[in-house]
């Protein structure tokens, strides 16, 4: 294991001494994926044919592709750069590889939110992701809360267990919706397991516009998250206010994972897995990593909700079981790892 | 009287999670380009008054000044450019190189959302040269031994490009050569920079050697403070470190050897 990590870092050494290689790289890969994951379905379109499958509204494919897949691979693309960047966020905000917005409650605590706004103002469906940021900055305020409470430092341990409360204190909010309000609410197992099944251009609108402010917004911070990486006496030393830092940085996150779980329910574990990967790649440095996490998380998404749909066809898994199958051990062997 | 670059007036400092005061009234200026060394037991509050001058801790009651204006009015980037700060144990992350480390000592210089200067990289690349870090610019700081490690956190500080230093303990941990490296060059920094330098050591002879002017805390009050040879003395040695020991002038250098642990009775 180590000796693979070795040799893909010497490996990436190199990539990374030619700037432009790693996001060229992870961008064609994007572009790959996402055209798998329009050409193959229930209905398979050959690549080749996509853009007239689009564009020509005669083409027997047209309504299949336009208004089913592609808003799916869409919302996809979004969602998965999001997330990874959201886990970016929170991983500098506590610095704590182990911080994912799933694992910390802030996506839970963002559905909670959510699901109470679509219960209570079904017309306004707007009004959704606004009211989960406000549900995730909530927890995000609870998570830091515990984490820089006291003055001793906090292990990565206790955050995870702070987490683990938060995250089952909302998800019993979000089942008590769901029980009360079933007739209005999504169900409760595809909520919480997360799924993108039935996105409409309304979704990707949803969730696209919270992704490209997030990334926007993490850009500008960029020098930010960098000093984080720095102890803190050192970060206010040279002039940060830490505090602040981690405040906005997390608050980033939140609005990220909010526009996520509007569309797509609690989906975990891209938010922990990509951005440790993508480290091991191109380093800790923000400049690089948040582009290059966004690139990957999207990838990572649109190929696994291609694989959700025609693994198990004409039945289709929920992507976020399938995202738990691979996020979960690799989260128990981070937890080994850095707390032993 | 010029305006002390640094001046601390009768502070009182409880650090966090503290139940008492662990610097009591302690008043102390540090001028332009001199070096003041800070000594003294463990526990008898160097490290805090450090972090209080370095504007990491709120004083209890009392105040200190930078160039005359309350630290704590000055804006964090602000103090960033007049007071650079090195911690007892500064840490970051794996995967930073020295070259990255060292950068980020301009953020109080830089302006937001522009790439660095001339005058930026300027810096960064003096304060790699005047530490001898040229080779391992490109290494990550997991990678480096201790005492070049401690080069690349200095560096850093020198890249802020501030007229005062605080150092804590910059040869904690260093073997014997290292710590004399560190300590020329921080000699060095002094006379080319004429950067003012408040450094805590253990090591009497050191502080002796480096300083202008030695502080001495004592159960975190100022026991004393001025030239190295009027204020390390055996009276000194006996009531602040419970030390009976000579202290003597050897080629221009001050000698202190350490005999046993002072009478008990005495030390009380």
């Known amino acids: ?50 853009p ?7 083409h027997p494919q047209h309504a299949v592709i336009a208004q ?63 009211v989960a940021f406000a549900g995730g900055l ?16 906090v292990g990565p341990l206790r955050l995870v267990l702070a987490g683990v409360a938060l995250q089952s204190l909302f998800f019993a909010a979000i089942a008590v919706v769901t029980f009360l309000f079933a007739d209005r609410a999504p169900a409760f197992a595809g909520f919480v397991v997360g799924s993108l099944a039935g996105t409409s251009w309304g979704d990707v609108a949803i969730a696209g516009t919270t992704a490209a402010i997030g990334l926007a917004l993490a850009l500008l911070c960029v020098r930010w998250l960098d000093l984080l990486l720095l102890d803190d006496a050192s970060a206010a030393g040279v002039g940060l206010p830490v505090r602040r830092a981690r405040i906005a940085a997390a608050s980033i996150g939140a609005l990220l994972a909010a526009g996520s779980v509007s569309v797509a329910g609690l989906l975990a574990f891209v938010g922990l897995v990509v951005p440790n990967a993508v480290r091991i790649a191109a380093g800790p440095t923000h400049r690089t990593l948040l582009p290059l996490a966004a690139l990957a998380g999207a990838t990572l998404l649109v190929l696994a909700d291609a694989f959700a749909r025609v693994a198990a066809a004409p039945l289709e898994l929920p992507v976020g079981a399938l995202l738990a199958v691979l996020g979960a051990p690799y989260f128990l062997w981070l937890l080994w790892k850095k707390v032993a | 009287m010029t305006v002390p670059m640094l001046h601390a007036q009768r502070v009182h400092l409880r650090p966090p999670g503290s139940e008492r005061d662990v610097v009591r009234d302690v008043s102390l200026a540090v001028h332009a380009g001199e070096i003041v060394a800070l000594v003294g037991p463990n526990g008898s509050g160097k490290s805090t008054l450090l972090a209080a001058l370095g504007r990491a801790l709120r004083p209890r009651l009392g105040r200190i000044e930078a160039t005359g204006t309350d630290v704590w009015r000055h804006a964090p980037r602000t103090f960033a450019r007049q007071v650079a700060r090195m911690p007892q144990d500064p840490s970051c992350v794996e995967g930073i190189s020295v070259e990255q480390l060292v950068a980020s000592g301009r953020h109080p210089h830089r302006r937001a959302l522009t790439p660095p200067s001339a005058a930026d990289r ?22 480096l031994s201790g005492g070049e490690r401690r080069r690349a956190w200095l560096a850093l500080a020198l890249a802020q490009e501030t007229p005062v230093l605080l150092l804590d303990e910059p040869t904690a941990a260093l073997d014997v050569r290292h710590q004399w490296d560190v300590l020329a060059r921080l000699a060095r920094i002094n006379q080319d920079r004429r950067v003012a330098i408040v450094v805590s050591l253990h090591d009497l002879e050191q502080a002796a050697s480096l300083a202008h002017r030695v502080a001495i805390l004592h159960r975190g009050r100022l026991y004393a403070a001025g030239a190295p040879e009027r204020v390390i003395d055996e009276a000194m040695l006996c009531d602040v470190f419970g030390v009976d020991a000579r202290v003597a002038k050897e080629d221009g250098r001050m000698r202190v050897q350490v005999l046993r642990p002072a009478d008990p009775v005495r030390a009380l």
């Open chain 2, 122 to 143: 300027a810096a960064v690349r003096e304060a790699i040269a005047a530490l001898e870090l040229g080779d391992l610019r490109g290494r990550t700081l997991e990678t």
């Open chain 1, 52 to 58: 007239r499958a689009i564009a020509d509204a005669s």
């Open chain 1, 68 to 130: 089913i897949r592609l808003p799916r691979v869409l919302a996809a693309v979004a969602i998965g750069a999001a997330l990874a960047v959201a886990g970016t966020l929170l991983q500098a905000a506590v610095r704590n590889p182990l911080a994912d917005p799933g694992l910390l409650g802030v996506t839970a605590a963002a559905g909670a939110a959510g699901l109470v706004a679509i219960v209570l103002f079904p017309a306004w469906p707007a009004l959704v992701p606004v």
């Open chain 1, 138 to 153: 909530v927890a995000v305020a609870l998570v830091l809360g515990v984490a820089f409470a006291t003055t001793r430092p």
């Open chain 1, 1 to 50: 294991m180590r000796a693979a990590a070795a040799a893909i870092a010497l490996r990436s050494r190199r990539l990374r001494a030619r700037p432009g290689a790693l996001p060229a790289l992870f961008g064609a890969l994007l572009l790959a994926a996402c055209l798998l994951a329009i050409a193959a379905g229930a209905v398979s379109v050959p690549v080749a044919e996509l």
